[in-house]
Nanobody, 127 residues
Framework: QVQLVESGGGLVQAGGSLRLSCAAS????????MGWFRQAPGKEREFVAAISWSVRRTYYADSVKGRFTISRDNAKNTVYLQMNSLKPEDTAVYYC????????????????????WGQGTQVTVSS
């Protein structure tokens, strides 16, 4: 069982940066793949980035590749999303998610593949 709490959202101008954090509780955090998703008003929740639990393989949506970086610190039970060169279209509620189903090297890109979710943090990028 894993509980997730996101933080770090806020209002930033286009071109700026934010770093989101997701603190996890639970002994088995280090064996869970972690993902970040986002949901803008009136839109479906979409995949942003994911990281495996062992070899720290990462995967990004094309819309954020080269601008966002996902990382994790298993000793601190925390996963991060560094967001640079932010654009107004990045405005959304950002959620972190966790699931143990892929073993040490895999991850998912669909929301239905993750069983544990945080409450979300709002990111607003002004033009």
């Amino acid at each position: 069982q894993v509980q997730l709490v996101e933080s770090g959202g806020g209002l930033v101008q286009a071109g700026g940066s934010l770093r989101l954090s997701c603190a996890a509780s639970g002994r088995t955090f280090s064996t869970y793949a972690m993902g970040w998703f986002r949901q803008a008003p009136g839109k479906e929740r979409e995949f942003v980035a994911a990281i495996s639990w062992s070899v720290r393989r990462t995967y990004y949506a094309d819309s954020v590749k080269g601008r966002f970086t996902i990382s994790r610190d298993n000793a601190k039970n925390t996963v991060y999303l560094q967001m640079n060169s932010l654009k107004p279209e990045d405005t959304a509620v950002y959620y972190c998610a966790a699931d143990p189903r892929w073993g040490s090297t895999g991850w998912g890109t669909r929301a239905a593949e993750y069983g544990y979710w945080g409450q979300g943090t709002q990111v607003t990028v002004s033009s």
